[in-house]
């Protein structure tokens, strides 16, 4: 199983047994799932990163914006690699699994393989499902999804 983790203002966690849209999504949630009832894992957290901007244009966003969100993903990171049932735990860029699609484009990708989506989940949550699907070889840039 894979444990998908987006460490956004107010973190998602995704864990799934599989790639399979039907069966493989466990447990979607704002806090991490009681790990322990379900047997080992896998963690995948996407690790925050500036992009460079060319000379001369403003950021939007704001740098220590990223450097909390790289602090709160470490704080997640250690507490759930520290766990007995945790066999690895690994850091992706968003780029490494979303490339440069836009944010909306992606959400929808997601949620039209998981249908689950629709129950009015966050983008967070989302985009941990979208982690955890990664990890298991969805390539959400170039499809099928």
Known sequence: MIL?????AKPGFALLRSADPSAGLVYV???PPELGRHGHFTAIVERPELRPVPPG???KINPNAIVTLAFTAGEIAGRIAARADCVSMSAIAPRTWKGQVAKAAMLNRIRSRYHECELG???DEID???????GFGIDWVRGPW
């Open 4 to 8: 998908g983790i987006d460490p956004g």
């Open 128 to 134: 941990a499902i979208g982690i955890a699907a990664f």
């Open 121 to 123: 989940l966050s983008d």
């Open 29 to 31: 949630g704002r806090e």
């Open 57 to 59: 244009v403003r950021r």
